[in-house]
């Protein structure tokens, strides 16, 4: 069994700051790419952030320079640091990994069960 936990959504005002973090567990081979989504009310689920086990990282480009992913690969988490934020960054925020399970040759994706972000005065 593998599950992705996310924590420190919550409510903040504009121009302020989260950390976001995501935690695997369970029996885990190898994890791979590894991302953050959102889904803002009445709108599809869309990629924030993402980076692969090399380090290579891609962003939306309404969050560059604002928001920094990183990763973790001892502790199996990631992170994604949110600056500067705006009401339009106003979503759920779901963890999503590729990766391989103990005993088995294929690779899996995985969500979080997402965590709530609200930017208001």
């Known amino acids: 069994q593998v599950q992705l936990v996310e924590s420190g959504g919550g409510l903040v005002q504009p121009g302020g700051s989260l950390r976001l973090s995501c935690a695997a567990s369970?029996?885990?081979?190898?994890?791979?790419?590894v991302g953050w989504y959102r889904q803002a009310p009445r709108k599809q689920r869309e990629l924030v952030a993402a980076?692969?086990?090399?380090?290579?990282?891609n962003y939306a480009d309404s969050v560059k320079g604002r928001f920094t992913i990183s990763r973790d690969n001892a502790k199996n988490t990631v992170y994604l640091q949110m600056n500067s934020l705006k009401s339009e960054d106003t979503a759920v925020y779901y963890c999503?990994?590729?990766?391989?399970?103990?005993?088995?040759?294929?690779?899996?994706?995985?969500w979080g069960q997402g965590t709530q972000v609200t930017v208001s005065s």
């Open positions: 369970g029996s885990i081979l190898s994890i791979y790419a």
């Open positions: 980076v692969n086990r090399g380090g290579n990282i």
């Open positions: 999503n990994a590729d990766l391989k399970r103990e005993g088995s040759p294929y690779t899996y994706k995985y």
